[in-house]
Structures are given as C-alpha cells and as structure tokens.
C-alpha cells in the first residue's frame, strides 16, 4: 500500500495535505498547531537556520537573514544569504521542504516519502526542476508536479458539479493563475492556463505600504531610508498585511507605525483598498479574459467561476469580477487549502494510475476514485537547429502551449547547410517563429561527426516529450549517419540562463 502526501509550496504559506477514512484530503497541522506555515525562512549571522513564523519574526528584527518568498527566485543563481555559507533560491526551498518534511512526520510519526508538489501554472521549465530537485534534495520522491489550478480545482471537487465548463482563479501570495477545465462524466480535461507570474498577496501589500509612506512623507517631511530603519520598514509590512486581512470582514481598518517618534496612522477602508489594487485586480481580469479567449470560449460557455487562495478572502477581487464579466465567483471550499486538497486528490489517482493501492492516513486500503485528470502544457516548446556558419535564429515550436500531458511529438528539420558534419539543437521555451533572443534557453544538444551531404538535404528528426510532470526531454536521430542524441538541460549547472544569448 502506498501512501502520498500534498504539499503546497505556497510562496507565502506552506501547506501539506493527507487523506482521512474516507478518503477525502484533510490539512496536517504543524507541530503548533496551524494549518499552515508561513514560507518564511532565517539564517542567522552563526548560520542557524529558523523557519516559519519564527523565521518571519526574526526578519523584523534583521532582515537581512530572511528570504520570505524563495519560490519567487528559482530562476535565478544569484546567492540570497552569505551567512553559514552561499545559498540560492534552490537552497531555501529545499529547506522548506526539509521543514514539512519533519513537520509531517511529527504529526503523522511517519517520514514522507513520496509527495504531490503543486507549482504555479506559469512556471518556467528551469524553475519547475528546480522544485523537483530541491524535493530530491531534502529526500523526497516527487510523484506529480500539478500546476496549482489544476489541483485546485480537484481541491473544490469542481468535477461533483456536474458536465460544464469551470474557470479557476487562483490569486496566491506571489503569483495569479487562470485555468479553464472542461468536466465530462469523470473526465476533467484542463483546457488551458494563463498566468501572470508576479501578482499576488505580496504586490498587494506593497500598494498599500506604498501609500502609507506616502501620508508619512506629507506629515513628516522625508521617509527615513530602508537602511536607516529598517524595522520600520518590516513592522509596515506587517500592519498593512494584518489591515488587508482584516478588511475581509471589515469595510475599515487603520495603520499605525512609528520612526524615532514620528508616526503614521492610515485610515484603510476597503473602497481604498480596492482603488489601490485597482490597477492590479484589472491586470488578474485580462488574464482571465485572455485564457478564456485561449481556450475559445465566452462568459456564456462557463457554468462556474471559482476563486481560490489568500487574497481572494477579501471581497474586492470577486466584487471587481462581478464587475468585469456580470458573474458571481464562488468558492465551495477554504479558499486557502483547495490547492493542497487536490494535490492529495490527484497523488491518489495517480498512485491509482500506475496499479497501487492507496492507503489513507490510518494506514487503511482505499477504493479507487472514478475520476481522471488530463493537464496540458503552460507554455509553447520548441527547437532551433543551428550550424556553422548558418543559424537558424528562430524557435519552431514542437509542443504548442495547451498541449496534453503527457505526450509526444516529432518534428522534420533539415541541415542549414551542404556537408553539414556539426549540429547544435538548441531547446528553447517561447512563441513559434519567435527570435531566438526572446526564448528562455531549457538545454542544447551538439551532434558531431555526421556524415557529410553534399547533393540533397540533410534530414533530421527530433522527438520531444513532455512527462507527466511537464518535464521536457529531447532526442534528435540522423537517419543518414544513423546516431541519436539526448537533450543536455544546462540551465542547472550556470543556474542563471534566462535568455538565449
Ligand atoms: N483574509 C485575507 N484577506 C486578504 N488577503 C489575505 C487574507 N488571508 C491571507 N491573505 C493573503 O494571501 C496571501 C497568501 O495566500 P496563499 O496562501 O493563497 O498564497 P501562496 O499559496 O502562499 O502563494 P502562491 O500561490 O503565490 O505561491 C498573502 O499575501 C496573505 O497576506
Ligand atoms: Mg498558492
């Protein structure tokens, strides 16, 4: 019997997820208590590392030491703290990840082996590795690497609604995802996924901080520098978070904060609130517009809009929806743990998928579920064959975005030039036809010592795949020289290879 764990790797809270009796997913508490952890971790200056909301509270104090949203960094190599030794992005996740991992097993007395790990729809390919190999990292088998909307929409049992068309909003601490899902039967075929990848509770926060400096600035002339005080800074983040939550119930709130004696005190009403993130909120419509246009259908085609995640808890974004498409968003589910309950949900059809018996979290048999999920891909992949002197600067794309996962596709090129001996297949994420330069560079490929031809075109085919994880491998096959080849991803090892060159 096998048993899998869901894991929301929320760029703010962390979330983990088991099933209960009778198989529905349960949330597993930290070991004090919460439903969540917050992303926050602290390495102190002799390198002792916090996590959670202790490590969120000593970044009040020195914020130096805290990464809060690490997830945010994945693609980048940069070094985010000194202090121990050098870490990246990668290193924080890997110890979030190491965090819920003894998290779990302090509540459950079993260590978890095998995880559902969801990731924002938007995700770049070189960011999606480095989720599973921080996972491996900290000693984890990643069974299934969901986009966050698709889970959630297994988290709100969208599928018991019934045949019809859901679109899914969720609007995370960092980042927005827009999924369409078509329901038949027990299928729920995910039509497509849009996301803006920096939009969230964070940038929300911001606005209002930003306004809050504003009013300090008119009342005392100047703002002190983040250097100056930087506590300052940290303790306004927080009382602005603390106001937007409390406008979720409230139509008022107020700021206060204080530097060496000179205040700011903000009257935040909700109707203020919603001015401020107006320019946001507007940004999270067109997304929604957009995948809906991508998926070639209209408000009328939607049985159901469901928004999903923190900020979504405050009424603006379904008001401001209302707004935007005459609909009412619902959510028959905590707004904050849909996507962690379908990571459970979709951990069990999986196991189910490859022959395994699930057990729940007594350890207990469970009956197969009669559902099924087909995703499909976020983002358009493809190839660009390039030769000596001859470059071909341009992507042809072998995978289009809104491709099912898993699958396959071949593609027919020919060398760009007469006697070619040499080949580099560059892999590149980015719009057909798009320039080279536009693409985010996931790997290459050199193919050398083919056999020359010089009277007719060269041939070669190359085969790319997407598993079930979204993960791209490529091989490409001379049929004149009869030699194959397999992708090499080399954005691990510079780390920071955002664009081809
Ligand atoms: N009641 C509330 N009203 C408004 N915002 C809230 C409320 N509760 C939480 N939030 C905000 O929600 C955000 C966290 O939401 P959530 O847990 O869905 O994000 P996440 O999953 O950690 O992030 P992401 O999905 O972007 O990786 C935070 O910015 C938090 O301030
Ligand atoms: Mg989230």
Known sequence: MTRVIGLDLGSSRLKASTLDGGGNPKIIPTPSGEMYMDSAVYIAPDGKVLTGIEARHMGLMDPGGCIMNAKRYLDSNKVLCKRGKERRAIDFVQIQIETFAAWVESQTGEPPKLVVVSIPANFRQDKRENVKLAAERAGLQVLLMPHEPTAGVFGAAVYERGDGVAVIIDVGGSTTDVTSAKIVGNTTQILTTNGLEKMGGIDFCQRVVDWALQAYKQQHGQLPSQQEAPLFYQELHERAEQAIHALSRRTET??????????????????????????????????????????????????????????????????AFARRFNRKPWANVDRNFAVVYGNSILGRMELERQGHTVSNDQGCALPPLAYAAREVSAHPIGVAVVGKSLRQLFNSVLLPKGTPIPSTQMGHFQLAERGQTDV????????????KKDCLLLGHFDMSNLTPVNDRPHPLEITMRHDKNGMITVEAFDPI??????????YRKDGQKDHAA
């Open 254 to 319: 107020h700021i206060i904060a204080s530097h060496n004696s000179q205040m700011v005190q903000v009257n935040l009403t909700r109707d203020k609130y919603a001015q401020l993130i107006g320019e946001d909120i507007g940004k999270i419509m067109d997304c929604v517009q957009q995948n809906m246009t991508d998926a070639g259908i209209t408000v009328d085609d939607v049985a159901e809009f469901l928004t999903i995640g923190g900020p979504t808890l405050n009424p603006v974004i379904d008001e």
């Open 424 to 435: 580099l297949i560059e892999i590149l994420q980015g719009p057909e036809r798009a320039p």
């Open 481 to 490: 020289t009869n030699v194959s080849g397999d992708l090499q991803i080399d």
